[in-house]
């Protein structure tokens, strides 16, 4: 009760994105969500996918204008596809391949590239995985198919059982 959508307004016949500030709070009511609602899933240590559906699932409540989605492979009706380096470092010409994408979870309206709000990857607090690829990732959402905004979310409970969520802006 009380959740509001805080996507996009329409004012004189076009979209108009809501501010940063209101998006950053969507994103913390959704965690607050996640933590308060689905707080078996972190205490389970149930695997990412797990944790991202249920992200999505209370982001959308917080994005009615716009479509929430994990894991979508479209950019219109052709593969959505990311040019990434093979290897993040000492990247040359020969070393960029295009790789279809898979983003943890997107804020969008699918079949445009108009309303492409938001990408977040998500990474669970005990992955020894590194996040560059991901932060390397997000940058060419924004850059290559023209997110607003993306986040790399870093989740899970601490050693007291305290639920932990880091963002990372780009």
């Given amino acids: 009760a009380g959740a509001r959508a805080?996507?996009?307004v329409a004012k004189a016949g076009r979209m108009m994105f809501a501010p940063m500030p209101l998006?950053?709070?969507?994103?913390?009511?959704a965690l607050r969500d996640l933590s308060n609602v689905d707080r078996h899933l972190l205490q389970a240590d149930c695997?990412?996918?797990?944790?991202?559906?249920?992200?999505?699932v209370h982001l959308s409540r917080q994005f009615g204008n716009h479509?929430?989605?994990c894991e979508?492979?479209?950019?219109?009706?052709?593969i959505k596809r990311l040019e990434l380096a093979r290897n993040c470092q000492n990247?040359?010409?020969n070393a960029i391949d295009a790789v279809t994408a898979f983003p943890d979870i997107i804020v969008h309206v699918r079949g445009t590239r108009d309303s492409n709000l938001l990408v977040l990857e998500v990474k669970k607090l005990s992955s020894a995985r590194d996040s560059n690829?991901?932060?390397k990732k997000l940058a060419?959402?924004?850059?290559?198919?023209t997110y607003k905004h993306a986040v790399l979310v870093t989740l899970g409970l601490d050693e007291k059982q305290t639920f932990v969520a880091v963002q990372k802006w780009l």
């Fill in 133 to 135: 690829f991901d932060l």
């Fill in 67 to 69: 479509n929430v989605d």
């Fill in 6 to 8: 805080v996507g996009c």
């Fill in 91 to 93: 990247v040359s010409i």
């Fill in 47 to 56: 695997s990412e996918r797990s944790l991202t559906h249920q992200l999505a």
């Fill in 23 to 29: 998006k950053i709070a969507a994103l913390n009511a």
């Fill in 72 to 78: 979508y492979n479209r950019d219109g009706f052709d």
């Fill in 140 to 145: 060419a959402f924004k850059s290559q198919l």
